[in-house]
């Protein structure tokens, strides 16, 4: 049973592109969330998908936006990137509701230079 | 969302018993308390989880206060691999259940 996959694994871009990161879920997980991991910080919440639809939020700009697709797998994108959104992304997939457990990927490293 | 107070860093004798603390004073009613762990460059490693009870499965044990203000994770058996950042996270009830909010977690060192 496949956990959580994302792709690619590492990126570099430079600034102003944009870029488009891709997960997908545990098998039968219908819930897909995002993080942002800059170094030597936990994981902050970027947003999170169910039925196709941005349903929950963080504090991150619009130029960070996302889609999910009917087989559940999402995508995340950045527009005109800044050094500062060096980081590990995350993708993670649950069931919904508070007592259905995340499962993180390993993550996309994107560098931008 | 419930704030959490972990120390920074702990240290284990390989085979001895690892017991994390989590402070969690403001939880409410229907706020979950989660465990993940993190490996250098990987993604964070779900452990286990409760509300009220007790709770138990292959890789851990938690144990919640009864007026659920605290947390202990207990690791019975640690082993070299259980090296990590462990991350105590109070998981919001409702409509903001999707979010989870990482603190700066416990670094955990397991020694031989």
């Known amino acids: 049973d496949a956990g959580v996959t994302q792709s690619p694994t590492h990126l570099i871009k430079t600034r102003g592109q944009q870029v488009t990161l891709r997960c997908s879920p545990k098998?039968?997980?219908?819930?897909v969330s995002w993080y942002q991991q800059a170094l030597g910080q936990g994981p902050q919440f970027i947003f999170q998908y169910y039925e196709e639809e941005e349903r929950q939020r963080g504090n991150f700009p619009d130029r960070f936006s996302g889609h999910q697709f009917p087989n559940y797998s999402s995508e995340l994108n950045v527009n005109a990137l800044l050094l500062g959104d060096s980081a590990l992304y995350l993708c993670a997939s649950s069931l919904g509701g508070p007592n259905s457990p995340l499962h993180f990927g390993n993550g996309t490293r994107l560098t931008v230079t | 969302d419930a704030k959490t107070t972990q120390p920074p860093s702990m240290d284990c004798a390989e085979g001895r018993a690892a017991n994390l603390p989590c402070n969690h004073s403001?939880?409410?009613?229907?706020?979950?308390v989660y465990w993940y762990r993190q490996i250098h460059s990987q993604g964070p490693q779900y452990i286990i989880h409760?509300?009220?009870n007790n709770e138990t499965n292959e890789m851990a044990s938690l144990i919640i206060t009864e007026d659920r203000k605290s947390s202990t994770l207990i690791l019975p058996h640690a082993t070299l691999r259980d090296t990590a950042v462990y991350y105590c996270i109070v998981r919001a009830g409702g409509t903001s259940y999707g979010k989870l909010t990482f603190g700066q977690g416990t670094i955990l060192t397991v020694h031989p």
């Open positions: 409760g509300l009220k």
């Open positions: 098998s039968g997980h219908d819930t």
């Open positions: 403001t939880i409410s009613g229907n706020e979950y």
